[in-house]
């Protein structure tokens, strides 16, 4: 494993996924504790992505963690898919975690809702009054955290979650994800958590597998500080740490 720090991030590389996500399960199982050992209950943030796999298997399958003190939640949702779609953020983290690990809750965004922006309102409400502890996230090949692409995202934003559109980078790879079979599919509006719901918790755990992540890791990492690349908020978190594969740190 190499590691070194970039601002306030630190960075951690391992030789391969594997390795990443057995690390990053390790440690946030370990803060899940401490925090645990401070307070009755905590609250944490998902994300929704295959590069998130090898993590949330670790987390899912560990049978000291206390998940009947977690409350769950998730950083965004496709607007319009139908309950049951298995592209569902929802649906990818009840399969992967939710439904595997016994929460003390878990608070899902409803893609069905027929109003986006009222379901938007309802969880960003629902957030501030469970501010998060942990967050688990990656960034997207346009270097977005959550659905914050960089047209739509802002380091100031004053809503907690918000309706957005998808751009094409970002519609583009869950295709490359093999979520969807073709572009036309992908739906094109989605609710996120925005970025300084984001950055609010303490602890941030980044996991970012994969060549197709390499120019958006280097750009996180090297480029300005600034919302052409919304990851690159990172650097200025206190206790944030990016995990990254070979692959994925091969243009550092």
């Given amino acids: 494993m190499k590691e070194f720090q970039k601002d306030k991030l630190k960075v951690e590389i391992y030789d391969t996924r594997a390795e990443m996500g ?40 560990d049978k000291e963690i206390e ?9 965004d949702e496709y607007i319009g898919l139908s309950a049951d779609a298995p592209q569902g953020f929802g649906n990818f983290l009840k399969d992967h975690i939710f439904g595997r690990a016994p929460f003390r809750s878990v608070h899902y965004i409803d ?32 270097g977005h955290i959550a659905f914050n692409d960089p047209p739509v995202a802002d380091f100031k934003d004053t809503h907690g979650a918000k309706v957005v559109k998808l751009d094409e980078v970002c519609r583009n790879q869950q295709v490359h994800d093999g979520c969807f079979a073709r572009l036309e599919e992908v739906p094109k509006y989605a609710i996120t958590l ?8 303490p602890w941030l755990f980044c996991i970012v597998p994969a060549k197709t992540k390499a120019n958006a890791v280097k750009e996180c990492l090297t480029g300005e500080i600034g919302e052409h690349c919304p990851a690159s908020i990172l650097r200025l978190q206190e206790h ?12 550092l």
Avoid at 67 to 75: E, K
Wanted: glycine residues 2%; hydrophobic residues 50%.
């Fill in 22 to 61: 057995t690390a990053a399960a390790r440690d946030i199982k370990a803060k899940i504790a401490q925090l645990l050992a401070e307070k009755g209950e905590i609250n944490m943030i998902f994300a929704a992505a295959p590069s998130q796999n090898e993590v949330l298997a670790s987390l899912a399958e």
């Fill in 67 to 75: 998940w009947n003190r977690v409350n769950a939640y998730h950083m």
């Fill in 111 to 142: 893609c069905t809702a027929a109003d986006p922006e009222k379901e938007a309102a309802r969880y960003e409400t629902l957030l501030r009054e469970n501010p998060p502890d942990i967050v688990v996230m990656g960034i997207g090949e346009n």
């Fill in 194 to 201: 925005t970025v300084p719901t984001l950055v609010s918790a």
């Fill in 240 to 251: 944030a740490v990016l995990y990254l594969d070979k692959a994925s740190a091969s243009l």
